[in-house]
């Protein structure tokens, strides 16, 4: 199957800053991709749908100004968490999937936490 | 609201086969039923998916009922790299990908 990456794997910050999640997908062009997080023993909640050159669809509830997300290529997507604070740690993980894709293929995930 | 109902967790011996039932009763016509399951602390994996007819690969057959109500995804020989969390997930029938619904699933574990 395809491969999808998340850079960093795992990132600790300090209250207030911003950290910048990346998603790439290596062997195909991901025309839609998909941002979940995952708070420890729930499921995954989607947070935005971007596709490439356009701007990210957010679900509701979901802060666009505090969750940025940049999908300027069909191979990368970017997550910038901006003022994070302690209730941004979570799980954050990405897919991407192209038209008529089988499946949507998903990253390893990148672990947050915020001190 | 949810689409699919699935246990909450189900244990089983490793070796043996594990059967996943899933209900969803509101699905509609032009909807796959898609199985999806993550290990912990890593990103879901695909594992299946169907319309209406059985489906096998080489990670596990997928058993559609009649009325496509229910069905039921079997590990043919669960070992211990099964346990997981197994998602059920219905999803349109459309060119694009739209989001995945993600239920709270069935919570696997394989014991020796």
């Known amino acids: 199957g395809a491969v999808v990456s998340q850079h960093p794997s795992r990132v600790i910050c300090k209250s207030g800053t911003s950290v910048k999640i990346e998603c790439r997908s290596l062997?195909?062009?991901?025309?839609?991709m998909f941002w979940y997080r995952q708070f420890p023993k729930q499921s995954l909640m989607l947070m935005a749908t971007s596709n490439e050159g356009s701007k990210a669809t957010y679900e509701q509830g979901v802060e666009k100004d505090k969750f940025l997300i940049n999908h300027a290529s069909l191979t990368l997507s970017t997550l910038t968490v901006t003022s994070a604070h302690p209730e941004d740690s979570s799980f954050y993980i990405c897919?991407?999937?192209?038209?008529?894709?089988?499946?949507?293929?998903f990253g390893p995930g990148t672990r947050l936490t915020v001190l | 609201d949810a689409k699919t109902t699935q246990p909450t967790s189900m244990d089983c011996a490793e070796g043996r086969a594990a059967n996943l039932p899933c209900n969803h009763s509101t699905i509609s016509g032009n909807e796959y039923v898609y199985w999806y399951r993550q290990i912990h602390s890593q990103g879901p994996q695909y594992i299946i998916h169907g319309l209406k007819n059985n489906e096998t690969n080489e990670m596990a057959s997928l058993i559609i009922t009649e009325d496509r109500k229910s069905s039921t995804l079997i590990l043919p020989h669960a070992t211990l790299r099964d346990t997981a969390v197994y998602y059920c997930i219905v999803r349109p029938a459309t060119d694009s990908w739209g989001k995945l619904q993600f239920g709270a699933g069935t919570q696997v574990v394989v014991t020796p």
């Open positions: 897919s991407g999937a192209w038209t008529r894709a089988v499946e949507q293929f």
């Open positions: 062997d195909f062009q991901a025309t839609t």
